[in-house]
Each structure stands twice: as structure tokens, then as C-alpha cells.
């Protein structure tokens, strides 16, 4: 027989002795004394209460919220990963021959989810190169429901003129949702350049540790309510332990976005400086960076992120050079931990995209994207140049 525990005998209560950390409630469910006090929760007459896990979990909100007033965003909703949060924010507002404007150059599982997936829904989507917010305003249609950009794109690092793009996302009174992965609250808001949703991976920066996946939607209260309802009946929820890892990584986010964007300004200045190996470098900090201008506008305090690319001079077998002749630096598909990782998008996030959209992408077989870590730079800068000296 299960025990009922009377919570008013908790000496931990009794006493208004708190834990500093909030606790992982490793629960599915709460149970209830009796039938009234399942009214009071349905009418909300017990603020703060839970019921069971798919509806909310004490973990999630803690979450949300945190992540929300760093976003300068009402609320947040936390979801099962990434692509579960951009799948709620999309399918919360939009239905059936519902239009989506998308930047051509997302990252390949938001491609692939708009192309192949939610297309057999009758959810239509124009991609449009958003370097140039006039792209967007030519794609726009009677049915634009939603706007749907990355701060930085992955993995061509390009910048999108939030702030002009929701001017005219606002004209066509559809929504504008920000994937904010790349660049973090802490190198751009997009919610104050006019964004409507942001969104996050939350197992990349946010996470910090490559140990957690989850995903993260902020913005106003009465979207924000939407995608929770949507949620809930789609169970699309972060279980209560990923929840809690995450916002432990919250309180190093800043540290750990400093550190690495101070490392990768100076290894993004090395690769360039090595152009008989490097073809072409990646990063909004560099003075090079066709969008350099554009980024200070859209950017918070002049700093630029931990992510760059660059594309080798040779080809796939200089790029396979290049990889096995690292040590420390591992290849790892993934971005946004403490140590310094790369990836080749060829052959991982854009592998499902055809030779021509690829192209379209800006992805080329010689190209290497770099996660910078929060290491010694100069540790990070020796590792490249062996295996530039290989490649
Ligand atoms: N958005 C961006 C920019 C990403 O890089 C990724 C994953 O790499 C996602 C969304 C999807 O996130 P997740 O892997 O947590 O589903």
C-alpha cells in the first residue's frame, strides 16, 4: 500500500529551511488528498501546483523562465530538443495551406523538416536567401503565417537584419521566430530587434556540457501559452533530469560564451592569416565578414560568438587530412560544449541535402565548422596548425 506523506510534517518546510539548488522532482505525478483539491488546481485556486509531468513539471518551469529573462522575453517553454521546440512553435500556429518564408541556409534538420515533413501536412515553405531582408518581402504570400531565420546561420555564419526582416514580418501580420542557437542571448536578443518567438537548442550553449538535449521557445505570454497547450497534448516535454542540467549550465552560460567567442576571434584571425591552406574563413568578427557592419547592429557587446567555419584549399581528402591529424580537438557533430570540436556539415547536418542544394547552402566538401571551447587558446591555436600543416 502506498504510504500518504503529510507535507506540513516535512521539519525542512516546517522550518522555511530551503535548498539552495532547486531539487530534481523525479516524478511522472502528484498525488491529491481529495476531490476538492483536484477542483482547486483545475480552477487555479493552488498557484504553482503540478498534476503530471506532460502538463508541467517544476524543473521545466524553472527552465523557462530563466531562459525567457535572458531572452527579455514574458515566458518560455521548455520541449524535448531543438527540432521539438521548432516543430510546437511551427505547428501551435500554423495549419493546413499555411505558408512559411525560410532562410535557404537553416540548419539541415530545420530544412528537412519544412521540405519533407510538415510539406506532407500542407504547410508550405518558400526558402529565400535573408542576408538581404528584400528576399524575404518578395516571398511573402496571402498565407505567410511565419518567418522563420537563424541569428547566425549554420554553418555559413551569415547574419540576418532581425530587426528589418521583423518590420516586415509585422507588415504581413505574420509571426517572426528567431532560431537563436548560434548566437546566444548573450551576442544578440532578437526578441528586442522585434522577434516573436526565439527558440533555442538547448543542447548546444545553453547545455554547454554536450551532456543534455532539449530545446527552448520564449516570447510573448499568449504565444508562449499556445506552444505549452501544444505541448502537452503532443508530448513533446524534456524529462525533469535534462531540465535540471540545463539550468545549472545556466549559471556559467555567460562565462562560458565569453571565453570561447575571445578564443574564436583570435583562432578565426590564425585561419585566416594561413591562406595558402585556408580558402576562406567564416566569422562576423572579422573585419572580412561581408555582413561585419550589419553584425555590430544586431549584436550586443561587440562580441561574436564561439562558432566559425572555413573552407580548406583542397578538397574531401584534404578536409579527411585535416581531421585525422587532430588530437585533442575531437570531430564531434555537435557545437556549443567547453572543449573546442569540429565538424565536417557535408557529411553531417546538411548530408541529406542534393549536390544543387548544397550549393544553394554554401556547403562545400572542404569546408570545416569549429566550435571554439573555453580551453587555453594557445593549446587550440597549436592543434590547428598541425593539422593545417597535414591537411
Ligand atoms: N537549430 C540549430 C541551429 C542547430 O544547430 C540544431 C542542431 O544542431 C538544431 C536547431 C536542432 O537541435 P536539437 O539537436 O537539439 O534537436
Known amino acids: 500500500m502506498t504510504k500518504k506523506i503529510d507535507r506540513n510534517e516535512s521539519s525542512i518546510e516546517k522550518n522555511s529551511i530551503r535548498p539552495h539548488s532547486i531539487p530534481i522532482y523525479q516524478t511522472s505525478v502528484y498525488d491529491y488528498p481529495d476531490l476538492e483539491s483536484l477542483d482547486d488546481f483545475y480552477e487555479g485556486r493552488i498557484p504553482g501546483a503540478y498534476l503530471y509531468s506532460r502538463n ?107 530587426g528589418k526582416i521583423a518590420e516586415i514580418c509585422h507588415e504581413s501580420n505574420a509571426v517572426l521566430l528567431v532560431d537563436n542557437t548560434f548566437a546566444t542571448p548573450f551576442v544578440a536578443k532578437p526578441a528586442i530587434l522585434g522577434a516573436d518567438i526565439v527558440m533555442h537548442s538547448g543542447t548546444k550553449y545553453l547545455g554547454g556540457h ?39 549550465s545556466l549559471s556559467t552560460w555567460q562565462v562560458r560564451v565569453k571565453q570561447s567567442s575571445e578564443n574564436a576571434i583570435k583562432l578565426a584571425n590564425y585561419l585566416e592569416s594561413r591562406s595558402g591552406k585556408v580558402s576562406k574563413v567564416y566569422y562576423p568578427g572579422l573585419p572580412s565578414h561581408p555582413q561585419h557592419d550589419l553584425s555590430k547592429r544586431v549584436f550586443n557587446w561587440g562580441i561574436y560568438g564561439g562558432m566559425l567555419s572555413f573552407d580548406l584549399t583542397g578538397g574531401l581528402d584534404s578536409a579527411g587530412r585535416f581531421v585525422k591529424s587532430l588530437r585533442t580537438v575531437t570531430l564531434t557533430p555537435s557545437l556549443g560544449g567547453v572543449h573546442t570540436t569540429i565538424s565536417h556539415p557535408g557529411k553531417t547536418s546538411h548530408r541529406n541535402l542534393n549536390e544543387d542544394q548544397k550549393r544553394e547552402s554554401g556547403i562545400t566538401d572542404a569546408m570545416i565548422r569549429v566550435s571554439v571551447g573555453i580551453e587555453t587558446y594557445d593549446s587550440v591555436e597549436a592543434e590547428f596548425k598541425t593539422a593545417l600543416d597535414a591537411a
Open 56 to 162: 508541467g513539471l517544476p524543473n521545466s518551469t524553472e527552465l523557462g523562465k530563466k531562459v525567457a529573462e535572458y531572452e527579455k522575453t514574458d515566458s518560455g517553454v521548455v520541449c524535448s530538443s531543438g527540432m521539438g521546440a521548432l516543430l510546437v512553435a511551427i505547428l501551435s500556429g500554423l495549419g493546413k495551406d499555411d505558408h512559411v518564408v525560410a532562410s535557404n541556409d537553416l540548419y539541415g534538420g530545420t530544412l528537412v523538416l519544412l521540405k519533407d515533413e510538415l510539406s506532407r501536412f500542407g504547410i508550405r515553405t518558400t526558402f529565400a536567401d535573408s542576408a538581404d531582408p528584400e528576399n524575404v518581402r518578395k516571398s511573402i504570400e496571402r498565407d505567410t503565417k511565419l518567418i522563420l531565420v537563424e541569428t547566425i546561420s549554420n554553418p555559413t555564419m551569415k547574419i540576418c537584419d532581425i
Open 210 to 248: 554536450d551532456d543534455l538535449t532539449i530545446g527552448i521557445l520564449c516570447g510573448k505570454s499568449k504565444i508562449m501559452s499556445r506552444a505549452a497547450q501544444f505541448c502537452t497534448r503532443s508530448g513533446v516535454i524534456a524529462g525533469p533530469f535534462d531540465c535540471w542540467l540545463a539550468t545549472r
